[in-house]
């Protein structure tokens, strides 16, 4: 199985600063790399494909990159409604896996 | 705009089976794979199945292959998820889960989300 691992596991940030989480693969994924955006209580949210490509209505404050094993998920500037947990996930082979998340919490 | 909505869920007890089922709409449903995903309480997301436009075509996460069955009904719209052999580590919110198409990559890029349905096992 890919193992996905995301760091930091937590951060906290002030509204307006530039966020950056890691994602690493066990082993190459093609790019096949999601980033998912969840808030307590709520279903996950889908935010970036394919590495860099954003899902329709997800605001351009948020930027994916990365290739062969190493991914990031950038947010340009905090907004209040950023504070959540975010997931990386690999679609590149079976069984799909996660990455542990990464909470980002008020400074 | 895609909507799914799970139903199903609820407290079982170990060994017991329960049903989940996701109504869909909004979208072409016979082009879209569909998937479910399930968060423990307090833990991360761990894909559970997914399956195939034409139904045909299962796939499962170790933890619970020959125990969970994943099919659909294209001409009703649902996705259901049958669970047997329950264990306390199937414990979780099921999350039924969209992909943007039905082919390799669109396949495993989920695009939309429901908002879940708990599942309990305990005695």
């Known amino acids: 199985d890919i193992q996905m691992t995301q760091s930091p596991s937590s951060l906290s940030a002030s509204v307006g600063d530039r966020v950056t989480i890691t994602c690493r693969a066990s082993?190459?994924?093609?790019?096949?790399l999601a980033w998912f955006q969840q808030k307590p209580g709520k279903a996950p949210k889908s935010l970036i494909y394919?590495?860099?490509s954003l899902q329709s209505g997800v605001p351009s404050k948020f930027s994916g990159s990365g290739s062969g094993t190493e991914f990031t998920l950038t947010i340009s500037s905090l907004q209040p409604e950023d504070f959540a947990t975010y997931y990386c996930?690999?679609?590149?082979?079976?069984?799909?896996?996660f990455g542990g998340g990464t909470k980002v919490e008020v400074k | 705009e895609a909507q799914l909505l799970e139903s199903g869920g609820g407290l079982v007890q170990p060994g017991g089976s329960l049903r989940l089922s996701c109504a869909a709409s909004?979208?072409?449903?016979?082009?879209?794979?569909m998937a479910w995903v399930r968060q423990a309480p307090g833990k991360g997301l761990e894909w559970v199945s997914l399956v195939l436009p034409g139904g045909g075509d299962t796939f499962y996460a170790d933890s619970v292959k020959g125990r969970f069955a994943i099919s659909r009904d294209n001409s009703k719209g649902t996705v259901s998820l049958q669970m047997n052999s329950l264990r306390a580590e199937d414990t979780a919110v099921y999350y039924c889960?969209?992909?943007?198409?039905?082919?390799?990559?669109?396949?495993?890029?989920?695009?939309?989300w429901g908002q879940g349905t708990l599942v309990t096992v305990s005695s």
């Open positions: 889960a969209k992909a943007s198409g039905g082919t390799f990559p669109q396949s495993r890029n989920f695009d939309s």
């Open positions: 082993q190459g994924i093609n790019n096949h």
């Open positions: 996930q690999q679609y590149d082979t079976f069984p799909l896996t």
């Open positions: 394919g590495t860099s």
């Open positions: 909004g979208f072409i449903f016979d082009r879209s794979a």
